[in-house]
Structure formats: C-alpha cells, structure tokens
T-cell receptor, first 114, second 113 residues
Framework: GGIITQTPKFLIGQEGQKLTLKCQQN?????MYWYRQDSGKGLRLIYY???????QKGDLSEGYDASREKKSSFSLTVTSAQKNEMAVFLC?????????????FGSGTRLTVL | GDSVIQMQGQVTLSENDFLFINCTYS??????LFWYVQYSGEGPQLLLQ???ANNKGSSRGFEATYDKGTTSFHLQKTSVQEIDSAVYYC????????????WGSGTKLIIKP
C-alpha cells in the first residue's frame, strides 16, 4: 500500500498573500491531481499532472499555480488569497490519467483566509 | 457539457434502514461511473465502479446500479450501520471530459444510533 501526505493540514493566510500547499505520494503513481472541495459543491479540478514537469489545467485553475518537479510530489500555490475564502484542498494520485484508474486521496489541507 | 447531478444533500436514517442515493448524469459517450465515500477527516476513497458493460457493482455491502435509459445510477445498501455515516459522491469519467472525473455535489449520510 501507499500513502498521500498533504502539508500543512491547516493553513491560515491573509488576503493577498501567496500560499503554497504540498503533496507527496509513495505509490509511484504517474498522475497527480489537485481538487478544491467546497461544502455542497463537490470536488472541482484545479490542476493535474500526468508525469514529472507536466501540468494540465482543470476547470478551476484561475488564481492558482502548480508545480510537479518530482514524480512523487505536486505543489499548489494560491497566487493571491481571497478574503473569506474557506475550502479544503485535496491532493490525489492515480496509476494513469485516463480510463478507469482509481484515485487515491490525501486527507486534505483546510485553508482559511482572514 | 458533461454533468453529474446529485439531488440529495443529506439523508438521515436509523440503523438497519435501507439506503438509496440517486445520481443522474449527462454525456454523449459511454461513461464509467463511480461512487466514492469520504469519512470525516479523510479524503474520498473509491467504493464502487460501474461501467456501461456490466451495469452493476458491489462492495462492502453496497450495490450500485446503472440505468442507461434514464441516465441514472444509484447506490443502495439493505441495512445501514452507524459506521456508514459519511459523505457519498457519485462521479463520472468519459472521453468528453478528457477522462477526468466529474463529481456530484455529495450526499451526507447521517445514521442515528
């Protein structure tokens, strides 16, 4: 088995601040994902990466940057945090990026912007 | 565009009650359909997967059935237990979404002890 580790678990920032969330996986999976989870809205894809140094935009990429410098890690940057923004950011990985591969998720980073 | 609708935001049941959660989807292709479960403090994990070829899937006492005629798929369990309290998400993957998952909004299941 493997695990996905997201750091930090809780992140509190100020309006306009640049904030970075980190994700590590030891599954040796090719594809990694960042999702945003808002209450009552399901999961929305921000970025995904099918291999090291690859980046693909999801539906919610505006306001975010991502980086995949190693196969095992995928980071997400909130470029300018918005006041009253509160959401959980979930990192996931899968063996491939198409078809019926299962996604494995971390336990999330909860963001609060003051 | 492709979409997944999950109307039940919250379901409250007693132990040993029957569970039924429904999702409807919209796509022009032949999707693979999923149910993920998210327990408190954790990320979602795959519960079931159903393809248009096999119509049904089952795991851990849960069963998922897909109906192409009504473009719906539902999750059911005959007798829920308190440990089943969680948020249940339906999701769809299809060529139209570049094979990325499209998620429903989730159904929170509360089991009264």
């Amino acid at each position: 088995g493997g695990i996905i580790t997201q750091t930090p678990k809780f992140l509190i920032g100020q309006e306009g601040q640049k904030l970075t969330l980190k994700c590590q996986q030891n599954f040796n999976h090719d594809t990694m994902y960042w999702y945003r989870q808002d209450s009552g809205k399901g999961l929305r894809l921000i970025y995904y990466s099918i291999t090291e140094n690859d980046l693909q935009k999801g539906d919610l990429s505006e306001g975010y940057d991502a980086s995949r410098e190693k196969k095992s890690s995928f980071s997400l940057t909130v470029t300018s945090a918005q006041k009253n923004e509160m959401a959980v950011f979930l990192c996931a990985s899968s063996m491939g990026g198409r078809g019926a591969e299962t996604l494995y998720f971390g336990s999330g980073t909860r963001l609060t912007v003051l | 565009g492709d979409s997944v609708i999950q109307m039940q935001g919250q379901v409250t049941l007693s132990e040993n009650d029957f569970l039924f959660i429904n999702c409807t989807y919209s796509t022009t292709g032949y999707p693979t359909l999923f149910w993920y479960v998210q327990y408190s403090g954790e990320g979602p994990q795959l519960l079931l997967q159903v393809t248009t070829a096999n119509n049904k899937g089952s795991s851990r006492g849960f069963e998922a059935t897909y109906d192409k005629g009504t473009t719906s798929f539902h999750l059911q369990k005959t007798s829920v237990q308190e440990i089943d309290s969680a948020v249940y998400y339906c999701a769809m993957r299809d060529r139209g979404s570049n094979y990325q998952l499209i998620w429903g909004s989730g159904t929170k299941l509360i089991i009264k002890p």
